[in-house]
């Protein structure tokens, strides 16, 4: 079964830094890009960035809210992508989802998310 | 990158057709097939339901489809079950090589 499943979430004070990791299984995550989505309590979706495979430089994108303190990296020999979120605001509290694509065509599937709560 | 247009809310009655709209510029909707539709019912994570403007992954009911005419894409339900009471949202790959959603509707089957 094709499955990512994300880790890493949990409650943080402004200003400090995370890191959240999704787990691939049932696919090579290698052939895929990799895109992290979040969304805000009772809010839509907003699409943080994504990385490329290696095939395609393995680089990465971002929104223009996120780039500079959110970055995306890979590890494809464990099957794992990560987002380090750096300087956390309390606006930056919602689930993180992270999915996969083929040339950005469509995000599927998508992992069952991982709260993070920025809080003093 | 503003986010696309879509209608807050929609209803429809079981058996009946809703379409959702989703508009965005020529830098986005306009100038890519790159649009796709996910479902997310209360609590869960979102699900693709159209890519590529048109295409039904496998498993997705052919009661859904998919179509852009300029800078606006659709989604059309039909023959509506009271399963289908979820929120959707539209997306397009852009111009800034990014890409950006829709603010979501809700579907409400009456």
Redesign the interface.
Known sequence: EVQLVESGGGSIQPGRSLRLSCSASGFSLGDFSV?W?RQAPGK????L??IRSKAYGGTS????SVKGRFTISRDDSKSIAYLQLNSLKTEDTAIY?C?RSK???????????TLVTVSS | QSALTQPPSVSGSPGQSVTISCTGTSSDVGSYNRVSWYQQPPGTAPKLMIYEVSNRPSGVPDRFSGSKSGNTASLTISGLQAEDEADYYCSSYTSSITVVFGGGTKLTVL
């Open positions: 895109s989505v839509g979706l907003e699409w960035g994504f994108e971002y929104a223009a989802y999915t040339y950005m065509v469509g995000f599927d599937p998508w992992g069952q998310g």
